[in-house]
């Protein structure tokens, strides 16, 4: 079946705008996580969906970031008032299980790049 | 906050090399996990390990739970050319909750192949 799915793949925006970002996950995965890659850097963790449960938003950066997940299905991460800081490769996952004892499936992430 | 430490951070071998890197963290993991990024793609999970000293293959990469449980090991053997990529360990950060698993990556180690 169909993997995660990300869009835009690419985002140029212009400093001080807002950005969002989609993700379909795969369908019947019940966890969803957001997370953050810079240049030559590793996976930031940013926030993270189980179910009907509050989701973990411990890994936000700042309040300009926001993540919402409809009908526990698509997530939309938000950044508003954009920085060139915030410029990265945004990569979503999903899993049917917890995550550290099932696979995260990722998707090809969206490469949001901030001028 | 619970951090991964990955070591080398680069390597560039010649095909048919063995490779061996490693992970460490100051806190204790109850899972660990090895994951391997493509350019222009999401990573994908190689192997997961989940008991103190436990050893697994995959095909010519195996990887080790350490003993303290505080590192973890993992080695291809006879490299080849699309084994090029970012090897990442990954885990559920410590302390971990009941009901979910937030997962943290290190910061990769970026394999090269010369063929």
């Known amino acids: 079946g169909a993997g995660v799915s990300q869009s835009p793949s690419n985002k140029v925006t212009e400093k001080g705008k807002d950005v969002e970002l989609r993700c379909d996950p795969i369908s019947g995965h019940t966890a969803l996580y957001w997370y953050r890659q810079s240049l030559g850097q590793g996976l930031e963790f940013l926030i993270y969906?189980?179910?009907?449960?509050?989701?973990?938003k411990s890994g936000l950066p700042s309040d300009r970031f926001s993540a919402e997940r409809t009908g526990g299905s698509v997530s939309t991460l938000t950044i508003q008032r954009t920085q060139q800081e915030d410029s990265a490769v945004y990569l979503c996952?999903?899993?049917?299980?917890?995550?550290?004892?099932?696979?995260?499936?990722f998707g090809n992430g969206t490469r949001l790049t901030v001028t | 906050g619970q951090q991964l430490n990955q070591s080398p951070q680069s390597m560039f071998i010649q095909e048919g090399e063995d490779v061996s890197m490693n992970c460490t963290s100051s806190s204790i993991f109850n899972t660990w996990l090895w994951y391997k990024q493509d350019p222009g793609e999401g990573p994908v999970l190689l192997i997961a390990l989940y008991k103190a000293g436990e050893l697994t293959s995959n095909g010519r990469l195996t990887a080790q739970f350490g003993i303290t449980r505080k590192d973890s090991f993992l080695n291809i053997s006879a490299s080849i050319p699309s084994d090029v990529g970012i090897y990442f360990c990954?885990?559920?950060?410590?302390?971990?909750?009941?009901?979910?698993?937030?997962?943290?990556f290190g910061p990769g180690t970026s394999l090269s192949v010369i063929p």
């Open positions: 990954a885990g559920p950060a410590p302390p971990m909750k009941t009901s979910y698993d937030k997962v943290i």
């Open positions: 996952t999903s899993t049917s299980g917890r995550g550290g004892n099932s696979p995260l499936h």
């Open positions: 969906f189980q179910g009907n449960s509050a989701p973990d």
